[in-house]
């Protein structure tokens, strides 16, 4: 087992593996504590930082109340973290802390404290200057307690009161130095409690909440109080304004004049924060609306009076006043349902079902008399669907006013540096008494009787005009629409700022990792020079080199315009990206569908952005590559007068390697990122060859389809019989190759016919003499062939005189002449006998493998007849013989070209090569690729290009297919070629099952069918396929005969045995001879002694039986031999069985073709009287369905040969229609 993955081991924290990750946690934490926690560290509120020991950092942080104690563990290279304060650890206060820690390198840290003689105050922070006593104390050690403090100020204060000190005086003396000290132990935060203890109750602030720091923002960590006396001036200024005397103790060593003034400063930032506040309006968004009640009542509205209030009214009638609703509407209305408002006006609706979802807890009895709550109404004057029902306070409809208010500023008549802003109206007139309506999502108010948008609630508080250097304040209430008076107003000078996108993409750190897109917005500006960066929720921030330069006395202040950079940062989430704090970069991965997302991304993006892009992402921004198609023919490489005529896309861009363009083209049209060249896509439509050049492909039965839809160039070997036709489409491309291919067309076919051989003793019918010129032509040039006649057509004897025209072309160059003809087995004896019929003067011999030995006991002879078991098994010794010609009849057996048979046959060694079979394409178009891999090697090209090529799918390809092949391939059906063959008739007999039978079918039926249900998929079909499959055979089987599935039911009847015996003995009677065929062997036998019980006469062959050709002697010389029994696979082709007129499929086959070729048997050459063929079927069962199926795919028979291959053929439709 191999072991868990761990980080590698980081000894100490300091170590900088250890800070880099501490960074890489920080990026886990949320974004809002990683934020806070960076303006805590930049504001200085870490006050410690330092490691005691290798595995922890301590630190201390000082929060809004109080100093927090921060502790950061490292456990085996991963970190983690604690805090004292409310949430426990992965806080602003830890992130502090830990940016700390990486700022120092790993150094321990602590905030020094400034000398306080020498402090000055600074512009960023409110600093109090340390208030001088009136006198100097007595010079002495420090004070270290309070007794020491009492002792020490004592005589000081007595001397300035001209008096001695009471106890009780001198007691509170020491109250306030126990006071301070409790102040410094609270991490210089005093609280109401403190003051209550130590008995300075009467100075707590008046506005002071529990439990609440005293005072805040008064002081921070660098300047507050040092000493007693300095906080006692905060007291006493306190104590001012709550208008109570100061304590005559401490009047001498009172002033609080410098308190005042820092007071002055806090409460203009105060004012400052509250106008910040108010102007950033929430995001979140309203509640949605759901469905509510069909209001009973006719009518329904709701209105606003001038207060500002809205009340819901209803009225009976037209001609009724509006009323508040009575307590049952109220009720029925907390009760309503969804579908309750169908039927209600839309505007109706929306005002109920706005009512139904705000009102979350319920409608008190009788509340709707009254003004609805502030939260409901709210809701309801920002449904825009329900505005038609609202009404003003004087009765007319509600209507938002086009043009909004706006804040106003005007210079305060008490305070010239105060500005009193007030709502106003876009006439200019005062709007300060507009009332808030709706606060969320718009923002409404109304005013002088209409209602209007408008900005934020405006503070009460005066904006101080210190607010007019606060860029980001004045920003978002230039949005509002403020207005300044003009002296102010010249002082601003708009600059809008320029959104820069820059985007780049970050490699994978390892193997197992996905790129990174990474993206930064920057918002520019030329005059003056600087630059801003969208940094999420920390907002805009000025760049650290790119800041504005310092507001000289006389400058205008510089009003920054982020409309436009704002409209692309709104698009940011949209793309879900996702911002680095620790690098201040967006990132987001840039997965499969990243092209896809950017470009729907982009697209949303305002026109005329500025885009700075790294190279790999380039081609996002440039037109696609385009591809043209071309064809060209150079001479084969092998084989005189053949050709490689290549189809394939041409790339515009000479730049890419021809691995980026195969990249490219295996796409298909879609993006792909290259290796060196980012991402790219080629654009494929338009690429298609030009009307001429893909007519001409259409008539060497070639399409440019497969090439656009792979991407890849194909090749395909042609000849120049072939190409000479289309001579004219090569002429602009390669003149002297059109011509070259003319003259060497014309060389060819001016070639004599051969006369018909002189040993030949057959006569030949006019088709089966243009067969072998056919054969003679091919041969002639060094080509093979295929002879694809309907059976029955005489295809072996115009073999045989095929094969005498080569033996006189042999003999005359004296040399010797041997053939290999191999066939099924049951055909052998035909083609000897057939041989010394037509071909005396071949001498012909059947193979007779070797006992024991590598020679065979075959004599040397000139036609070797040899069976395709024997051709697999002796493959190695029929490899070594040089033939002069190898005829393979019956080729169905070399279909599967991955076969044993098809991969010996397609080497052996021939000069020629012939194909004899009645159905060429069986199963798929790939039939034929395997029958011409074997005759004429490489014309179809690889397997892999040609199911590209010709797809079964396809419903041109086989037209096309057999234009590609014409030259080499000769088929006629019988109606062409023998117009006098007697016709042959075909019909169905449907036979009822038995009752037995039935019930033993249908329980089958429900077994197969209960393993089918819930297969949905073909990967869940394959877990049961073979269990289905099992169950299909054993339906078939009882459908025959019970006795098949079970030797049990032996005594069960059968109903088609009963109509096949009835049929038989009318037969008989009749004279007739009739072949029986059936695929299963063990139905013959139970048929035959039926037949021999019924005294009809019968011969019987299957694929044991040894001598074949003595069984068709017999049943063609003998008359009382009525019946044939014969199995399907053994007998289905081959023989010559003429003497009879009548064939009976006891059951039917999966492929037609393989039943057609049974029947063909009988109806062949020879025969003289019509064939009738009978299929018998049994009704409702799966042997209907197996001929309907069987019918839809006759066009191609598409079916199977053998058993074993069901598995493979038949998918989850197809057993579905079969068995449900």
């Known amino acids: 087992m191999c072991a868990k993955s761990r980080p590698p081991a980081v000894r100490s924290v300091r170590t900088p593996e250890a800070l880099a990750a501490l960074g890489e946690w920080l990026d886990t934490l949320a974004p809002t504590s990683r934020s806070r926690g960076r303006i805590y560290q930049e504001e200085g509120r870490v006050l410690s930082v330092r490691a005691d020991a290798d595995h922890f950092v301590e630190a201390e942080v000082e929060g809004q109340a109080d100093a927090y104690l921060v ?11 604690s805090c004292s304060c409310p949430l426990g650890g992965n806080c602003k206060h830890v992130v502090a802390a830990s940016l700390m820690w990486i700022a120092n390198e790993g150094a321990d840290y602590e905030v020094p404290e400034p000398p306080r003689d020498k402090a000055s105050p600074s512009p960023a922070k409110d600093v109090i200057p340390p208030p001088l006593p009136a006198v100097v104390p007595p010079a002495g050690s420090p004070v270290r307690n309070h007794l020491s403090f009492r002792k020490q100020w004592t005589p000081v204060l007595a001397e300035k009161l001209g008096r001695p000190l009471t106890d009780a005086e001198g007691r509170q003396l020491g109250q306030l130095s126990a006071l301070f000290t409790d102040f410094a132990q609270s991490h210089h935060t005093l609280y109401d409690t403190m003051l209550r203890r130590h008995g300075f109750a009467d100075a707590i602030p008046a506005d002071a909440v529990a439990w609440t720091p005293l005072f805040s923002g008064w002081w921070n960590r660098d300047n507050a109080p040092a000493d007693p006396w300095e906080l006692w001036q905060f007291l006493a200024y306190s104590l001012e304004i709550k208008r109570l005397p100061v304590p005559e103790l401490f009047g001498p060593l009172t002033d609080t004049s410098r308190v005042r003034a820092v007071r ?47 009340f819901i009214e209803q009225r009976a009638a037209p001609d009724k006043p509006w009323k508040p609703p009575q307590q049952k509407w109220t009720v029925a209305l907390d009760g309503a349902r969804p579908a309750d408002f169908a039927s209600l006006p839309p505007a109706e609706s929306a005002l109920l079902l706005t009512l139904r979802l705000t009102n979350r807890h319920g409608f008190r009895a009788g509340n709707l008399k009254h003004a609805l709550d502030p939260e409901v109404a709210e809701a309801v004057l920002t449904t825009r669907a329900a505005h038609p029902v609202i009404v003003l306070p004087n009765g007319d409809p509600f209507v938002i006013e086009p043009e909004p208010l706006v804040p106003e500023a005007v210079v305060s008549a008490t305070d010239p540096d105060q500005l009193e802003v007030k709502l106003a109206a876009p006439d200019g007139s005062s709007a300060a008494g507009a009332r808030l309506i709706a606060g969320r999502p718009a923002l409404l108010y109304l005013h002088a009787g209409r209602v209007w948008r408008g900005p934020p609630p405006l503070p009460a508080t005066p904006l101080p005009t210190l607010a007019l250097g606060d860029t980001r304040l004045m920003t978002r209430l230039r949005a509002t629409g403020l207005r300044l008076p003009a002296a102010l107003a010249l002082k601003f000078r708009c600059v809008p700022l320029r959104p820069l996108l820059r985007l780049a993409l970050a490699e ?21 020079r600087c630059e801003q960066q969208w940094r999420g929720q920390g907002g805009w921030q000025w760049s650290k080199a790119a800041a504005p330069p310092p507001r000289g006395p006389d400058d205008p202040i510089i009003e920054f315009n982020l409309d436009d950079a704002n409209a692309v940062a709104a698009r940011f989430a949209d793309f879900r990206l996702t911002w680095n704090e620790w690098t201040g970069i967006w990132t987001r991965p840039a997965t499969k569908t990243f092209p896809e997302d950017f470009l729907a991304w982009h697209a949303t993006l305002p026109p005329g952005l500025d885009i700075e892009t790294a190279p790999e992402l380039a081609g996002f921004f440039v037109a696609p590559l385009r591809a043209t198609m071309d064809f060209s023919a150079q001479p084969a490489a092998e084989g005189h007068d053949w050709f490689d005529l290549t189809v394939a896309l041409r790339v515009e861009d000479t730049t890419l390697s021809a691995e980026e363009v195969a ?103 006019p088709y089966q003499a243009e067969g072998f010129q056919f054969l003679a032509h091919l041969s002639a040039r060094n080509f093979g062939g295929v002879l694809a006649d309907d059976m029955g057509l005489g295809k072996t004897v115009q073999a045989l005189a095929w094969l005498l025209h080569l033996a006189a072309a042999a003999g005359a160059a004296r040399k010797d002449f041997r053939v290999l003809v191999v066939c099924p087995k049951s055909v052998t004896h035909g083609w000897l006998s057939e041989t010394a019929r037509f071909a005396p003067s071949l001498t012909a011999a059947a193979f007779i493998p070797a006992p024991g030995g590598d020679q065979p006991a075959t004599p040397v002879t000139q036609l070797l007849v040899a069976n395709y078991t024997q051709l697999r098994l002796n493959a190695a010794w029929f490899q070594t013989v040089a033939w002069d010609a190898v005829i393979l009849d019956e080729a169905q057996f070399i279909k599967n070209p991955s076969s044993q048979m098809a991969v010996a046959a397609r080497a052996l060694n021939a000069r020629h090569r012939l194909i004899l079979t009645g159905t060429p394409i069986e199963n798929r178009l790939t039939d034929l690729w395997s029958l011409f891999a074997f005759a004429q090697p490489g014309l179809l090209g690889a397997q892999a290009a040609f199911r590209r090529q010709y797809d079964d799918k396809d419903p041109a390809a086989l037209a096309r297919l057999h234009r590609r092949v014409r030259h080499f391939l000769l088929r006629r ?46 990967r869940a079909l394959d877990r049961v396929r073979f269990n289905i499959l099992a169950s299909l055979l054993r339906l078939r089987q009882i459908c025959c005969h019970p006795a098949l599935v079970d030797a049990a039911h032996a005594d069960l009847p059968s109903a088609k045995l009963e109509a096949l015996l009835e049929r038989l003995e009318e037969l008989q009677e009749e004279g007739h001879q009739v072949l029986v065929f059936s695929q299963f062997v063990g139905m013959l036998e139970i048929i035959r002694p039926r037949l021999a019980a019924a005294g009809i006469g019968h011969l019987m062959l299957t694929g044991a039986t040894e001598d074949r050709a003595a069984l068709v002697d017999e049943f063609q010389r003998d008359r009382t031999k009525t019946v044939f029994l014969l199995s399907l696979k053994a007998a289905g082709f081959g023989l010559n069985l003429t003497a009879a007129s009548y064939a009976i499929l006891y059951d039917p086959w999966w492929n037609p073709a393989v039943e057609a070729q049974a029947i063909d048997r009988t109806h062949r050459i020879g025969q003289t009287r019509p064939v009738i063929a009978y299929r018998l079927l049994a009704a409702d069962t799966v042997e209907q369905k197996i001929r309907a199926l069987q019918s839809e795919k006759a066009a191609l028979a598409a079916a199977v040969v053998q058993e074993e291959s069901l598995a493979t053929v038949m998918d989850l439709e197809s057993l579905r229609r079969i068995l449900i």
């Open 71 to 81: 502790t950061l563990f490292l456990t085996r290279g991963r970190w983690s973290s």
């Open 264 to 310: 002055a400063t806090v409460v203009a930032r105060q004012q400052l924060q509250t106008w910040q506040q108010a102007l950033t309006v929430s995001a979140e968004p309203a509640p949605a609306a759901e469905e509510g009640w069909r209001a009973a009542a006719g009518n329904l509205r709701a209105r606003l009076d001038r207060e500002g209030r809205l």
């Open 508 to 528: 994978p750190e390892n193997d197992f990792s996905t790129p990174q897109f990474h993206a930064q917005l920057f918002a520019r500006a030329d005059e003056p």
């Open 663 to 765: 990249l490219l083209l295996k796409a298909r049209g879609k993006w792909v990122r290259l290796p060196k060249g980012g991402w790219r896509r080629l654009e494929l439509a338009g690429a298609a060859l030009d009307e001429k050049a893909t007519a001409a492909l259409d008539r060497l039965g070639l399409t440019a389809g497969d090439v656009l839809a792979s991407g890849k160039s194909a090749t395909h070997r042609l000849h120049a019989l072939q190409l000479a036709g289309e001579a004219a489409a090569f002429e602009s491309r390669d003149s002297r190759l059109a011509a070259a291919l003319r003259q060497r067309a014309a060389d060819l076919t001016a070639l004599p016919q051969p006369p018909l051989p002189a040993g030949l003793t057959a006569t030949l019918r």
């Open 973 to 1018: 059906t019988k109606a062409q070629a023998a117009p006098d063959l007697p016709p042959r008739t075909e019909d169905e007999i449907v036979v009822e099952l038995e009752p037995g039978q039935r019930k033993l079918y249908d329980a089958e039926l429900k077994r197969a069918r209960a393993q089918l249900l819930g297969i949905q998929t073909s």
